[in-house]
């Protein structure tokens, strides 16, 4: 059965698909920020899932992750891992 998911539960979803995808490219919080553009701070409460990213920034960690924005996201509809991720929703 479907169980929509609260707030704070989808930031801190974002923030361990963005944490995961910075370690595993290889960047630390001050070198992502200064990719995308952001504040080292702001990184940080994404991945703290304190605040959610812009959509404008999820496109940027997208961009700068080299992985598709859906990489980012939990999913909704299931409990499944996208695949590769190892990481969960």
Do not use: K
């Not at 707030?7 to 919080?29: C, K, L, M, P, Q």
């Amino acid at each position: 059965m479907f169980r929509a998911m609260s707030t704070h539960e989808f930031n801190r979803a974002v923030g361990r698909r963005i944490r995961f995808w910075r370690d595993e490219r290889g960047y630390s919080t001050t070198s992502l920020a200064t990719e995308i553009e952001v504040n080292p701070i702001t990184v940080q409460r994404h991945m703290r899932g304190e605040t959610a990213p812009r959509l404008e920034d999820i496109a940027s960690y997208a961009r700068v992750l080299r992985v598709h924005v859906d990489d980012l996201l939990p999913r909704l509809d299931s409990n499944q891992e996208p695949t590769g991720s190892g990481i969960a929703a």
